[in-house]
């Protein structure tokens, strides 16, 4: 009844949007958390859970280089966690200025990537603060330079913080994290990457020089969800400095006031939310069961495909690849087609069972996006893909 009117995100002819691919482990395991009325949220009632979640916050924590003593919590999706990691700016910044004696009256602003995703607009309208959208090079990549040249341009106390990209989600792509790092620093402003599907791509030993500077960050995300192979919904959200993020999100009250013991780690005062789950348990319990080296030859596995079929796409003479892929995600427009055309192809494809493929676009011209996480997803799939489409 259900089953026929949704569509499988972890089949691996799904290639839009991010699709899922959770592992068997991660998902029974999930059935474990759902089943258990684990509270996640102090340490006083779900410690042992905390525990076990708190180890994998600080396996990526060290994974990217930030050093120890950074922490935070995983969060319902990435959307909250670039939230929670802004507000906690917001709050750092303010009491920066106010110690410094700076009085900013006006609107603040947070740095971005024209191509970053819509949830740092969402998160921006929330907080009712200014996105600034910065231009990014041929690649698609937001480069140092012009952070800081927009960090120059801006008033004393105006920027509350910069957020690089580890990974666009229409094209995979890396900003600048090193760049842009420098800047954010020689202007004392607090450094978000926004990781959600692409810094995933760290573990994969050969990509990992692309995240360099990541070291530098604040605050990160990655969703677990998209490309660490755990079921929705988790994103998991890291500070440097803990203790700035309780400062701005711990929530007081009479009946929590049992709960706020100095020195003990209540998972909730570190983003925006109270009541959660133990959503790091899937990742936990399946990155234990399988060992860390098998993310890695996953990850591996998908950015080489991802390289193989951009490869392929170039042989094709109805094809044409949009950007050359650094990760997993690749871009390509059939010559010749409206949207019309491409809609029309998609849903067919759809009805016939083998892929989802929806149209994408990029400077106002369609295109098609396979977007690959699922290990499962091969070669001779996304060459039937392609064939299907010189008719
Ligand atoms: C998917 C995505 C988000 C939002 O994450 P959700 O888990 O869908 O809320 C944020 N940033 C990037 C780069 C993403 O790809």
Known sequence: MLAPACISTDHPGYLSFIPASPTEASSLFD???????????SWLEGSGAIYAENQVLDFLAREVGLPSGSGGVFVQGGTLGNLSALVTAREWHKARLAGLGISWNGRFKVLVSEESHSSLKASAKVMDLDLEPLPVDERGSLRGATVEAALS????????????????????????????????KAHDVWYH????????????????????????????????HKWLFAPFDACALVYRNPELAYRAHAQHGEYLEHLADPGVWNPSDYAFNLTRRV??????????????????????????????????IKTRSYLRLVREPQLSVVV????????????????ALLASGM???????????????????NPLTDF????????SLEA
Do not use: Q
């Not at 059935?31 to 949220?41: C, F, H, N």
């Not at 010749?336 to 491409?342: F, R």
């Not at 001779?380 to 064939?387: A, H, N, V, Y």
């Open 31 to 41: 059935l474990v958390v759902s089943a258990s009325s684990i509270y996640g949220g």
């Open 153 to 184: 341009r801006a008033e004393p106390g105006e920027v509350c913080a910069v957020v690089g990209t580890a990974g666009t989600t229409n094209f995979g792509i890396v900003d600048d994290l090193e760049g842009i790092a420098l800047a954010a």
């Open 193 to 224: 990457v926004d990781g959600a599907y692409g810094l995933a791509g760290a573990l994969d030993h050969a990509a990992k020089p692309l995240f360099k500077g990541m070291e530098h960050a604040d605050s990160f995300i990655v969703d677990p």
């Open 279 to 312: 959503r790091g348990l899937p990742l936990w319990f399946s990155m234990a069961s399988h060992g860390v080296a098998s993310y890695r030859e996953a990850i591996a596995k998908n950015i080489e495909l991802a390289a193989e079929i951009a490869a392929d």
């Open 332 to 347: 390509f427009e059939r010559l010749g087609w409206e949207l019309a055309d491409y809609r029309r192809w998609s849903d």
């Open 355 to 373: 892929a989802f493929v929806v149209p994408s676009s990029h400077g106002g011209r369609p295109n098609l996006r396979f977007a690959i996480v």
């Open 380 to 387: 001779e799939l996304l060459r039937g893909i392609l064939d």
